[in-house]
């Protein structure tokens, strides 16, 4: 009997791409498997990247389904992942992995043109081409286990007792490599080197920067440093840091760098990297790791149960994506889920997620820092009609 696979939660353009590609791997198959509505399917395919992905695939594991989440993220939620962008060889492994078959090794995608170097005015983070991985079911995170069931669903005992998150505002450009400081933050002694430095690009308008003490996601925003770095003051966990690449090295769990991270930190934490030091180190830390998510950890540990103090403890927030939970922190995908629904106080989204004002808050500040959330204005009232004279002497005098 042929296996049974569905689509949900995409538009038409990626619908179309997905069935070219799975009818070509289903022929490869022996044509194994049948293409049928999401409903009368037992696996589902499903965009976690679209803004109704995350909602599909909690219905569908409500409902027993085998979910595979098609997304350009390292990794997700659902029980098997298929890489974007896809072709038919992953969609092939993909196939495989879900039938219990031993998945074919794919074929690299030819590396793209490399440009010539250049100096951009604004940094980026530097993306990563990667061929079709093949498809492998996958937990809330890569590690530490390979394939973790989902916390949220089979909650267990965890320690948060976290720093709340510290808000990263923009920063502005390096004016030399690895040595930028925010312009409120005091800076630490600058090395000068023999090559004169770029010159900083003019910005069209001065950067707002929060009247506080510098923390730790402050620096790790886009732009706020440049190069490779020791952070010094973790000690029995090693942390470098690829600002260009926008990657990290470190233990793969969070909570351990915590008290390394919490409370000020200023430009003198960062010890520039040579290449040779960066390369023998890094090889003892295993793969590296979107600076992303340590940003966003960075947020979560600095408000200490509160709010930073740039943002509005009464006003509403709602969350414009679905961020990438993390399987030490099962409480978060209950606020997500809750500020998904549309924009709330904090002690709204804390009355429906059923968690502390304090675990709400931090989340909220890391969401701010990296760009999930967003603060919703209040709505101006509406015009006042002008009351319309009643009776006849009324409308006698309207005329």
Do not use: C
Request: proline share 14%; net charge negative; aromatic share 6%.
């Amino acid at each position: 009997m042929a296996s049974t696979l569905g689509f949900t939660g995409m538009d038409s353009a990626t619908e179309t791409a997905l069935k070219a590609a799975f009818e070509q791997a289903n022929n490869s198959l022996g044509n194994t498997w049948q293409l049928v509505p999401d409903a009368d399917a037992t696996t589902v395919i499903v965009d976690m990247d679209s803004m109704y992905g995350p909602m599909s695939w909690l219905r569908l594991h409500a409902a027993g389904k085998q979910v595979v989440g098609l997304t350009s993220a390292p990794r997700t939620q659902t029980d098997f992942h298929l890489s974007r962008p896809f072709d038919a060889q992953s969609v092939t492994a993909l196939l495989q992995a879900v039938g219990g078959g031993v998945a074919a090794p794919v074929a690299p995608s030819p590396p793209p043109p490399v440009a010539p170097p250049q100096l951009p005015k604004t940094p980026v983070p530097a993306a990563v081409v990667t061929p079709p991985a093949a498809a492998v079911p996958s937990g809330m995170s890569p590690s530490p286990v390979p394939q973790d069931q989902l916390p949220e669903e089979y909650p267990l005992p965890v320690n948060e007792e976290l720093r709340p998150p510290a808000p990263a505002p923009t920063l502005p450009a390096s004016v030399e490599a690895g040595t930028l400081a925010p312009t409120t933050m005091t800076p630490a002694p600058v090395v000068t080197h023999a090559t004169p430095a770029a010159p900083a690009p003019t910005p069209s308008a001065p950067v707002p920067v929060p009247a506080r003490e510098p923390v730790f996601a402050d620096w790790l925003a886009p732009g706020a440093l440049s190069g490779r770095f020791r952070y010094r003051r973790a000690t029995d966990e090693p942390l470098l840091i690829d600002a260009n690449a926008r990657q990290y090295f470190a233990t793969t769990s969070l909570k351990p760098l915590a008290s390394h991270i919490e409370g000020k930190v200023g430009r003198e934490d960062f010890q520039p990297v040579d290449a040779a030091t960066w390369a023998r180190e890094t090889a003892a830390l295993g793969e590296p790791q979107s600076l992303n998510r340590l940003h966003w950890f960075g947020g979560l540990v600095a408000g200490k149960g509160h709010l930073l103090q740039e943002f509005d403890t009464s006003a509403r927030y709602k969350l414009s994506k679905w961020p990438q939970t993390e399987r030490e922190f099962p409480k978060h995908f209950r606020i997500a889920t809750a500020m998904m629904k549309g924009p709330a106080t904090l002690a709204e989204v804390a009355a429906a997620s059923g968690v502390s004002f304090q675990e709400v808050a931090d989340f909220i500040n890391a969401s701010l820092i990296t760009g999930y959330a967003e603060l919703v204005p209040d709505a101006p009232p509406e015009p006042l009609e002008p009351v319309k004279p009643a009776g006849l002497f009324g409308r006698l005098r309207g005329r």
